[in-house]
């Protein structure tokens, strides 16, 4: 099905809607494969994925028609790929300038890309880059936002959705045509060379930033304060004075004491 709701210039201008899907990101890859060139800003939408993914591998579990999975396709083949994390924070701090209206301050990005309301989950990204030689060909932006689900199941994380926060049903397109803008302005920002407000913007939305808090290091608890993220998106710790620097399998963020 194919519709035009979005405003803006590109993302979300050719839009499809699939009633099922194994995940919106293999759709769109499989696409990129088979057919003809897509054009950039295109988005899969799915009502329901049997297959969706999240990061490390995970699965990602949403009740079908209750909430927001899409994949946008992005070409940045203007960005070096030394800088492919600038991307994540672009489409982090896109998500959440789209966002800000429904949560105000309480919403923020967990590092590396996950959106938080507070110390819950109420969304995340699978931003998967397809390189060729020195440059980021394609990019399949793909986005889980839990809208309209009453309660997830026992032992999967922390998440929530608008439903359980403002306790109301949202329009699905509504929010997804609110979150193509807001990610193609902070595109198109980055497209433009601004990278700075975009790592300012990250930093600001940074869940834990410049405050105490417990990590789990190599099996420890150990505690220590945020205090950036490098250019290639390594999470900067500070432990007693001691800077140090993960990636994402290499230190996991306990529940706020
Ligand atoms: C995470 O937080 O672990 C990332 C979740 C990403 C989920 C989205 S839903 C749409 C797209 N298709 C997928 O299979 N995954 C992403």
Redesign the pocket.
């Known amino acids: 099905m194919q519709n035009n709701i979005i405003s803006g210039l590109f993302v979300g201008q050719n839009l499809v809607t699939l009633k099922e899907v194994d995940?919106?990101?293999n759709y769109l890859k499989e696409l990129l494969a088979n057919s003809k060139p897509l054009t950039e800003g295109t988005v899969i939408m799915a009502e329901a994925?049997h297959a969706?993914?999240?990061?490390h591998n995970?699965k990602?579990l949403s009740e079908p028609g209750k909430n927001l999975?899409?994949?946008i396709l992005l070409k940045p083949s203007f960005l070096p790929i030394q800088q492919q994390f600038d991307l994540t924070r672009c489409i982090s701090i896109g998500v959440i300038n789209a966002l800000k209206p429904y949560f105000g301050i309480a919403l923020k990005v967990k590092w590396p890309n996950?959106i938080y309301v507070g110390e819950r989950k109420l969304g995340?990204?699978?931003i998967e880059n397809q390189l060729q030689g020195s440059q980021i060909r394609h990019s399949i932006v793909?986005?889980?936002i839990n809208v309209n689900q009453d309660n997830f199941p026992e032992g999967s994380g922390t998440p929530i959705s608008f439903k359980q926060i403002l306790h109301r049903d949202y329009h699905l397109q509504t929010i997804l045509a609110e979150l193509c803008k807001g990610i193609e302005v902070s595109y198109l920002q980055l497209k433009a060379g601004r990278v700075e407000g975009i790592r300012n913007a990250y930093i600001d939305s940074l869940l834990a930033f410049n405050e105490p808090r417990y990590f789990k290091v190599n099996g420890n608890v150990v505690s220590g304060v945020i205090t950036g993220v490098t250019g290639e998106g390594l999470l900067q710790v500070n432990h007693d004075g001691i800077e140090s620097r993960y990636n994402l399998k290499e230190i996991e963020f306990l529940k706020n004491q």
């Open positions: 995940s919106t990101n994925q969706g993914r999240g990061q995970n990602w999975t899409f994949s996950d995340g990204m699978l793909g986005i889980g």
